[in-house]
């Protein structure tokens, strides 16, 4: 069973807003946390908001807290929100098409698998897998920004017969 990246970063998110006990976090501090687009994580939280998970707090001093304790957020819950379809096989799939549909026992034990692996996430919470704060430390809001790549511009090209020549300057119209 594999989860998307989506589910993923909804159980971190869920796990860094549990590491923030009472005070709230940003989508930005998040995005800095996990190397994550801030548009992604945007839909993240806007999903784990929908679905009860997560409070957002508007205004300027607004932001993400969870919306229940988090020994109350089961986290099979969380990934049957995040999960878009669990079609492991095409059976299980809309628009199905297997010429074996009808009389292969495959689906029944993949079935049941998909429902033991539910009813194991079923048995955790958010509170039995959340860290410590300063697992977090360093990715907070008041930390530095991750220190990004110098653009390099590229001076020379290359031609056919391998010299080198300097880069002709652009000019505008």
Do not use: W
């Not at 049957?80 to 299980?92: H, I, Q, S, W």
């Amino acid at each position: 069973m594999r989860l998307t990246s989506f589910s993923d970063y909804a159980l971190r998110m869920l796990m860094f807003a549990a590491s923030s006990g009472e005070t709230s976090f940003t989508i930005e501090a998040a995005s800095r946390a996990f190397g994550v687009s801030k548009t992604h994580l945007n839909k993240v939280a806007s999903t784990l908001t929908r679905g009860g998970f997560l409070k957002a707090l508007r205004g300027r001093s607004g932001g993400l807290l969870l919306a229940r304790p988090a020994e109350t957020i089961r986290i099979g819950d969380v990934v049957r929100l995040t999960e878009p379809d669990f079609a492991v096989v095409e059976c299980f799939a809309t628009g199905n098409q297997c010429v074996l549909t009808r009389t292969c026992k495959l689906s029944g034990m993949l079935g049941d698998a998909i429902g033991a692996f539910l009813s194991a996430l079923d048995r955790y919470t958010l509170a039995d897998i959340a860290l410590e704060p300063a697992a977090f430390a360093a990715f907070l809001p008041d930390a530095p920004p991750r220190p990004r790549r110098p653009y390099r511009r590229r001076a020379e090209t290359v031609s056919s017969v391998g010299d080198t020549t300097p880069a002709a300057p652009r000019t505008l119209p």
